[in-house]
């Protein structure tokens, strides 16, 4: 007979937690495989467990929280012989520092697997990306799996005892004394991966405008002239000599300017400015420049004849001089928010979600963690968007005309960073 699959993830958020103890039950032998573990996925499927602990043949536990282990304990007390319970704390390798002697973000075990051996020789295995966490198991995590069902000794099953086999070699035995240590290991991973997730701390807060324009090939701006444009009004910080002006030449302007953004580097001439001044009043009746920005939305660079011209400065705008300082720009990565701006998740319309209430854990991992539920069940974050309730710039109505989603080709950017190339190795990815 051959072995049947069945696909458990038409939804992602599917409950598995009754399928897996369903088959604990009526198991012979159960060998569980899980990277991580709560108390609340332990709980999930401790009932079957408890009534009948000697079906346990082996739990391999890559990481836990230290209240995840004591869940341990907890199937140790009800009769789960200890030396079943094994821990694979994953590879490292000395790091040569000396607060951190090892790398902490480190190979680890990423199976998940639940082996089920039943009577009349038939065996089942749920395999897929489910841990032995509520989140997982009660339907609140994205999962997917895939149930195997048939002889135990088929190839399946055999490939799949082969796996848990090989895992166990690995392992160290889990003892209720060393919870302590296995948790101190899986923050160390957690205080690595921290670091590892590596947002950039070298940002320079300064302002920086820039314009996205097209020009002919043949109209290049040299240093020493000056250029002439527009910004609205209202925008402060535009400082003599401190504040540049990149500007990127186009023959024909990328679709938007977040599109013009990424393709920066694509641009045929790319110059470096330095602003000259911002009159941010009435603005001056005759102004001297080689050459002038037209538009907003539609950039387009021109040659000012005889280097003199009466600007007709709309409402609501400033006039803007820059002289060219070095052609090229170094590359740069733009940010047009604040500095240590906070996020708030959108909702979207979609109904919460809650596990079902008879799979529902006495712990789930965010309680786990300190923190508590509301009761209100989940909902499914569409993005995340700027917290309106910290600090703004003063002049943030007229910023809010020069980020890339208002259409606007001529930007002010707040923040800036050189980009850089991953300099890790490849073992460290």
């Known amino acids: 007979?051959?072995?049947?699959?069945?696909?458990?993830?038409?939804?992602?958020?599917?409950?598995?937690?009754?399928?897996?103890?369903d088959r604990i039950s009526r198991s012979t032998a159960t060998s569980i495989?899980?990277?991580?573990?709560?108390?609340?996925?332990?709980?999930?499927?401790?009932?079957p467990i408890e009534a009948n602990p000697g079906c346990?043949?082996?739990?391999?536990?890559?990481?836990a929280t230290y209240r995840g282990f004591e869940a341990l304990d907890k199937l140790i007390a009800a009769g789960v012989p200890r030396e079943?319970?094994?821990?694979?704390?994953?590879?490292?390798?000395?790091?040569?520092?000396?607060?951190?002697?090892?790398?902490?973000?480190?190979?680890?075990?990423?199976?998940?697997i639940y082996y089920m051996e039943l009577p009349g020789g038939e065996a089942c295995a749920f395999i897929g990306s489910h841990n032995v966490t509520s989140f997982a198991l009660t339907g609140l995590n994205g999962e997917a799996a895939v149930l195997l069902e048939g002889p135990a000794e088929a190839v399946e099953f055999v490939q799949v005892r082969q796996h848990i086999e090989s895992l166990r070699g690995q392992c160290s035995p889990y003892t209720p004394d060393m919870k302590e240590a296995f948790a101190w290991w899986t923050r160390e991973f957690i205080d690595g991966l921290r670091v590892e997730i590596g947002i950039p701390q070298d940002w320079t807060t300064v302002r920086t405008i820039l314009i996205f324009a097209t020009a002919h090939r043949s109209m290049r701006p040299v240093p020493g002239d000056q250029i002439y444009f527009e910004i609205p009004a209202g925008i402060e910080q535009i400082e003599n000599l401190k504040t540049e002006t990149h500007l990127f030449l186009f023959d024909t302007l990328p679709p938007n300017p977040a599109a013009a953004l990424d393709n920066a580097l694509n641009a045929h001439t790319r110059i470096?400015?330095?602003?000259?001044?911002?009159?941010?009043?009435?603005?001056?009746?005759e102004v001297v420049a080689n050459w002038r920005i037209e538009g907003m939305t539609t950039p387009l660079l021109r040659p000012v004849p005889g280097g003199k011209f009466r600007p007709a400065t709309t409402g609501g705008m400033q006039q803007v001089r820059a002289e060219v300082a070095s052609p090229g720009i170094e590359p740069f990565d733009y940010l047009f928010n604040r500095e240590k701006l906070e996020w708030n998740p959108e909702f979207a319309a979609s109904p919460a979600i809650s596990p079902p209430a008879n799979v529902a854990s006495k712990t789930t991992l965010h309680e786990a963690l300190g923190g508590r539920s509301s009761g209100d069940g989940w909902k499914l974050v569409k993005k995340l968007v700027p917290r309106q309730d910290v600090g703004r710039e003063k002049d943030y109505a007229a910023l809010e005309l020069v980020k890339p989603e208002s259409g606007s080709f001529l930007l002010v950017s707040l923040r800036r960073r050189k980009k850089e190339n991953d300099r890790r190795k490849p073992e460290d990815q």
């Open 1 to 21: 007979m051959s072995v049947k699959a069945t696909v458990l993830f038409a939804t992602p958020q599917s409950e598995i937690a009754s399928l897996i103890a």
């Open 33 to 47: 495989v899980t990277g991580f573990a709560t108390p609340g996925g332990v709980d999930a499927i401790a009932s």
């Open 56 to 63: 346990i043949t082996t739990i391999v536990v890559g990481a």
């Open 84 to 112: 079943r319970l094994h821990i694979h704390l994953g590879h490292t390798r000395p790091s040569g520092g000396r607060n951190n002697p090892f790398v902490r973000f480190h190979p680890m075990l990423h199976s998940k």
């Open 272 to 285: 470096t400015c330095k602003t000259l001044g911002a009159e941010n009043k009435q603005g001056n009746l």
